[in-house]
């Protein structure tokens, strides 16, 4: 069974794209539904979501792309924003950025040089997030890390999540010293940043934006993953431009 078929999408959307040609899937987690629609306006990506946790995500997603939309990161811009309350869904329209994920690139690449140069523009790509000015819209009224466990508390309550009480309460105990909140991502890895001839086009899927702890986008970005951040040189290369090297 096809993610999203045609006869589904909003007919807000369907107006506005015209006519749709053809309709892809590319790879994704389980938490969204997304289709690339060619159609006679252009190429666009289709965000659908399902369930109060995720149109949440959506929402804010979409919050976040609309506050950062006057900023120079390379990002995509909203088209179109449904909510259908009664079948509690969402839908969300942006423009299709074109390259695949830094993961896909990483793994076919066998010249060390111009790996080491992606991994680089993916450290310059987070220094370059870290230092753009936040939206106010996008700060939380407690602290970034307050608000985070206390949609950790829900989440464990409301809807089946990897962790356990245990873990929440052993986090609660151990927070890290304070630092200076930045723009963060929220879910900076290697899948959701795009290139295309090694150079970056886009990053992607924005619903953790928020005013928050910058070692928290530094920590996913680094985590060891096959063909990626497995040895300490990838490391060192994508910090050189954090350490002005």
């Known amino acids: 069974m096809l993610p999203i078929t045609i006869d ?23 938490t969204l539904d997304v289709g690339i629609i060619e159609s006679n306006k252009g190429c666009f990506a289709l965000k659908r979501a399902k369930g109060e946790q995720f149109t949440r995500w959506l929402h804010r997603e979409r ?86 466990l206390i949609q950790a508390a829900f989440n464990l309550e409301h809807y089946q999540v990897d962790g356990t009480q ?31 001839n090694g150079m970056v086009t886009g990053v992607i899927d924005w619903s953790g934006g928020a005013h928050g702890d910058p070692r928290y986008d530094l920590s996913l970005a680094i985590r060891p993953k096959p063909n990626a951040f497995e040895s300490e040189r990838d490391k060192q290369i994508f910090l050189r431009v954090t350490e002005g090297k």
């Not at 589904?8 to 389980?30: A, V």
């Not at 449904?82 to 299709?96: A, G, H, P, R, V």
């Not at 630092?179 to 295309?196: A, E, P, R, S």
């Open 63 to 148: 919050m976040v792309l609309n506050g950062l939309a006057q900023t120079s990161l390379p990002i995509p811009t909203v088209i179109l924003f449904i909510e259908q309350t009664t079948q509690k869904e969402s839908w969300l329209l942006i423009d299709f950025l074109e390259g695949e994920t830094l993961r896909m690139a990483l793994s076919k690449e066998k010249n060390k040089e111009k790996r080491e140069e992606m991994i680089f523009n993916f450290g310059k790509l987070m220094y370059q997030i870290h230092a753009t000015p936040c939206p106010e819209e996008l700060k939380y009224e407690q602290s970034w890390l307050e608000e985070m």
């Open 166 to 196: 245990d873990i929440l309460e052993k986090i609660k105990t151990t927070i890290p010293p304070v630092v200076k909140k930045t723009l963060i991502h929220g879910d900076f890895t290697i899948d959701n940043v795009l290139v295309c």
């Open 8 to 30: 589904e999408i909003p007919d807000e959307i369907k107006n506005y794209l015209s006519t749709i040609h053809s309709i892809r899937f590319p790879t994704q987690g389980y």
